[in-house]
């Protein structure tokens, strides 16, 4: 059974890549594991469902975030986010390295600058097509 359309949007998603990608190199990458998905579908699904897991529970404990204490314990949430975040950050690593699929931005991480948003695509015209530097002006 090949991979369905909201297993491939999830697999960009995490691996750090844009729903607006539409033949870059993610997307053919995550299009051709459909030939091998018998060997290596039952390993995908099991990340993707890992890294669902990670996401939701950094959502569950985000109101344990805005707490400093609860009683006469001290909350530190930021370290249980911290090590979601990393947990997430390793089931990409894993998913990538199985794939062969380069990872793009990190999702799991807390925010940050994206100083680009070139989606590796190699028919757009770029100076330098695989640091995603601006387009030339013509």
Known sequence: MAFTASEKARLLFYLGFS???????????ING???KEAFMG???REHLDLLTMVDREIKESLPLAAAIED???????HYTLAHLRAVGRQYVKRL???TKIKRGEDVFSSGGNRDDFYSGDPSEHRVDNQLGVPTYET
């Open 42 to 44: 039952p390993i995908v």
């Open 33 to 35: 594991l459909d030939a």
């Open 71 to 77: 009683g006469s314990v001290k909350v530190r949430a």
């Open 96 to 98: 990538s390295t199985w």
């Open 19 to 29: 729903g607006f990608e539409d033949d870059g190199p993610a997307v053919r990458a």
